[in-house]
């Protein structure tokens, strides 16, 4: 196993206990997360608030690493996800297919990107834009109408 491998599965089983800060180890405190719908947020902060958003709607959400593919500086995780969407139970636990292209500079992720398609029940990936957005939010309070794609937090 390389030391990659074993900084990813550090970090996923981080986010599988709710551990943002832990998670966010693996990362450049500078890292860019790369996706126009969130504004290419930068730094460890702006992680750890997308990662947030997902736990408010999705309360109880895992993930399972299925490969992790290395090529140079480049790393490829495939993961799936599995939650349920808070306030939301007719739809039960879901599952949804991640891929993680991640960029490296010796041990730290500089640059991220994740491709996924949408959870159900949850909308389009629109959704995780405005998910969250009151952080004393209560997973129950979150309402799970969807308007155009997209819930209204």
């Known amino acids: 196993m ?3 491998r ?3 599965e550090a970090a996923y089983a981080a986010l599988n ?3 943002l800060d832990g998670f966010c180890q693996v990362l450049d405190p500078e890292v860019i997360t790369v996706n126009t719908a969130l504004g290419n947020p930068v ?3 702006a992680v ?3 990662h947030w958003r997902l736990l408010v709607a999705l309360p109880d959400l895992r993930y399972r690493i299925e490969e992790v593919l290395e090529a140079g500086a480049t790393t490829v995780t495939r993961v799936t996800a599995f939650g349920t969407p808070a306030g939301n139970g007719d739809f039960g636990t879901t ?3 991640l891929c993680v292209i991640a960029e ?3 041990d730290h992720i500089v640059t991220v990107q994740t491709y996924w398609d949408s959870f159900p029940g949850l909308g389009s990936v629109r959704t995780f834009e405005t998910l969250g957005r009151d952080r004393d939010a209560h997973p129950k309070g979150w309402r799970p109408e969807v308007v155009d ?3 209204q937090a």
């Open 104 to 106: 490296w500079v010796d």
């Open 17 to 19: 206990r709710s551990d």
């Open 43 to 45: 730094g460890t902060a």
């Open 48 to 50: 750890i608030e997308v």
């Open 6 to 8: 074993s900084a990813i």
């Open 2 to 4: 390389t030391d990659r």
């Open 149 to 151: 794609g997209a819930n």
């Open 95 to 97: 599952s949804i297919a």
